[in-house]
C-alpha cells in the first residue's frame, strides 16, 4: 500500500486505468443512476403523498442518493464491469507467467500492476458517484415533476434547503474509500489466483463477492461516523 505514495508514478499505466474504471463504466453508471432515481421519486412520492408531505419528494430523494445509494450502488456496479475485469486480466497474466516475467526484468509487479488500478480507482470513483447522483437527481426529477406534476420550484426549493454540504462530503468519503477498497481486493484476488481458468474463475467471482460484502459493511461503518 506504501507504493502508491513512492514516486515514480507509472501515467502511462495510470491513464489507461482511468479510462479502463472510469471511461467505460460511465454508461453503465448514468443509466442505473437514471433509474434509480425514477424508482426512487416514484415510490417516496407515492409514499409521502399519503400523510400529504410530497413537497419533501426532492429532499428525500437527494439526500437517499448523495448519501447512501450513489456511492454504494456505483461501487457495486464498477465492481462488477471493471472490478471483475481487472481480476481475470491479472489472473491470467499470473497463470500465463507474465507476471514473472516481469519480475524477471526487474520490474516490481506491484508497482506495475496494482499502484495504478488503486490511484486510477481514488481518482474515479468519486466522479463517477457524482455522476450517479445528478443522473438519479434529473430521474427523480422526471417522475415527481414531468410526469407526476409536482413544481420544478418544490422539487429543487427543498432539496437546497434541506440537503447540505454535509450529506455530500458523506457520500465523497464513501466513495473514495470504496475506490481504494474495490481496486485492492480485485487485484489482490487476481495476483494470487490458483492455477489454470478454474482458478482464474474463482478468483474473479471472489473479487466481486468479497468486494460487494466489504461495500455494505464498510457503508454501514462510515455512515455510523461520518456526520
Known amino acids: 500500500m506504501a507504493l502508491v505514495f ?3 508514478l507509472k501515467l502511462g499505466r ?6 479502463f474504471i472510469g471511461f467505460k463504466s460511465l454508461t453503465i453508471v448514468i443509466l442505473t443512476g437514471g433509474f434509480t432515481g425514477m424508482a426512487l421519486g416514484l415510490q417516496v412520492f407515492l409514499t409521502l403523498q399519503r400523510v ?11 439526500i437517499a442518493l448523495v448519501r447512501e445509494l450513489g456511492p454504494v450502488l456505483t461501487a457495486v456496479f464498477v465492481t462488477g464491469l471493471a472490478g471483475s475485469a ?3 486480466e491479472l489472473g491470467i497474466m499470473r497463470i500465463s507467467e507474465q507476471i514473472d516475467a516481469l519480475m524477471v526484468m526487474a520490474l516490481n509487479p506491484v508497482r506495475y500492476l496494482v499502484v495504478p488500478a488503486i490511484l486510477a480507482g481514488l481518482i474515479t470513483f468519486p466522479m463517477l ?5 445528478v443522473a438519479g437527481i ?3 426529477y422526471l417522475v415527481a415533476v414531468i410526469l407526476l406534476g409536482m413544481s420544478p420550484g418544490t422539487y429543487f426549493g427543498q432539496m437546497q434547503t434541506y440537503a447540505d454540504m454535509s450529506d455530500v462530503m458523506v457520500g465523497f468519503w464513501k466513495s473514495v474509500c470504496f475506490g481504494v477498497l474495490v481496486p485492492w481486493v480485485c487485484t489482490y484476488k487476481g495476483f494470487h489466483c490458483g492455477h489454470g481458468a478454474e482458478g482464474v474463475s474463482r478468483a474473479t467471482t471472489e473479487a466481486v463477492v468479497l468486494s460487494c460484502v466489504l461495500i455494505l459493511v464498510f457503508n454501514y461503518f ?3 461516523v461520518l456526520p
Open 129 to 133: 458517484t457524482a455522476i450517479f447522483d
Open 52 to 62: 400529504g408531505s410530497e413537497a419533501f419528494v426532492g429532499p428525500a430523494v437527494g
Open 14 to 19: 495510470l491513464a489507461g486505468r482511468i479510462y
Open 138 to 140: 434529473y430521474g427523480g
Open 222 to 224: 462510515l455512515g455510523s
Open 6 to 8: 513512492i514516486p515514480p
Open 86 to 88: 481487472l481480476t481475470a
